[in-house]
């Protein structure tokens, strides 16, 4: 069982930045693709980036390219997002997930963390 704990949420102004951290308790982090996704009131969730094992590899959508950059520490077990020049349609509840490396959806979520951007 991998347990995931996202952590600094909180409120800011349009155009400032937050960074996310989830800590995983995988024995065998670096086993793990690693994924942020986001959940606005009333809308699905939606992917905003992905990892892979290595962190070599990352992708984005179009509505944070260039804004957030996703990380990963596999010696600390845990997984950064870094949200620059915010806007308040990036707020919503941003989740953690993980994935074992060959699996075919992401079986492993955090409980979720608040991001408020103010207008």
């Known amino acids: 069982q991998v347990q995931l704990v996202e952590s600094g949420g909180g409120l800011v102004q349009a155009g400032g930045s937050l960074r996310l951290s989830c800590a995983s308790s995988a024995r065998t982090f670096n086993w793990y693709d690693m994924a942020w996704f986001r959940q606005a009131p009333g809308k699905d969730r939606e992917s905003v980036s992905t990892i892979n094992t290595s962190g070599g590899v990352t992708t984005y959508p179009d509505s944070v390219k260039g804004r957030f950059t996703i990380s990963r520490d596999n010696a600390k077990k845990t997984v950064y997002l870094q949200m620059n020049s915010l806007k308040p349609e990036d707020t919503a509840v941003y989740y953690c997930?993980?994935?074992?490396?060959?699996?075919?959806?992401?079986?492993?979520w955090g409980q979720g963390t608040q991001v408020t951007v103010s207008s």
């Open positions: 997930a993980a994935r074992r490396v060959g699996g075919n959806s992401w079986g492993y």
